[in-house]
């Protein structure tokens, strides 16, 4: 589920992770609440509006009809620019051997501040959903999904993210419109 550009057999060191950590100057994670991991999300991505995508996503059931308009609607959303790919590409490296590790709650952290960094690269926000679901982090799981589905309406794996996040947020409307929209996307055999 997890997308890397680098090899996956990076290991790292501390010093390692916190020199590329400082160097972004972002305010340090610490074992927040999830409600504050939420609005770091939300700062993170403030040029693109998560909550309405959410809105429209809880506004009403989509008749499969309606999907082109509503993945057209959701395309049409400013996207952020490119931040610091570079920076951002090997955070999501470290939180990848992170994830693999199974030391979710550092992925979140290695991910979050890969977002930061660079909040235009789809896969980052896949691999902090993915990470967010496996701590039980449902609100920011949702949230980067979404993030990650304004990038990219159109491909299958988000809107499997999506209904998953919004599934455990015990958001139903939501989750029941991604599963329209991955109806309509299975191909017909």
Not at 89 to 103: R, T
Not at 106 to 131: D, G, H, M
Request: aromatic share 6%; hydrophobic share 40%.
């Amino acid at each position: 589920m997890l997308n890397n550009k680098l090899s996956q057999s990076l290991l790292v060191s501390v010093s390692l992770l916190i020199l590329f950590s400082s160097s972004l100057q972002a305010q340090p994670i610490t074992k927040d609440m999830p409600e504050e991991q939420h609005e770091r999300i939300q700062e993170a991505s403030s040029v693109t509006p998560i909550t309405s995508v959410l809105e429209i996503l809880n506004q009403r059931l989509y008749k499969p009809s309606e999907l082109k308009e509503l993945l057209a609607l959701i395309q049409s959303f400013p996207r952020p620019g490119i931040g610091q790919a570079q920076m951002a590409e090997q955070l999501n490296a470290y939180g990848i051997n992170a994830f693999n590790q199974k030391d979710y709650s550092l992925a979140v952290k290695l991910f979050q501040r890969a977002a930061k960094a660079n909040p235009a690269e789809t896969s980052i926000w896949c691999n902090l959903a993915a990470s967010s679901l496996e701590t039980k982090d449902y609100a920011t799981a949702q949230s980067s999904a979404l993030q990650a589905l304004i990038l990219h309406p159109y491909k299958r794996d988000i809107w499997k993210l999506v209904q998953q996040a919004c599934a455990q947020n015990n958001n139903d409307t939501c989750r029941q419109n991604a599963e329209i929209v991955l109806k309509a996307m299975t191909p017909s055999e």
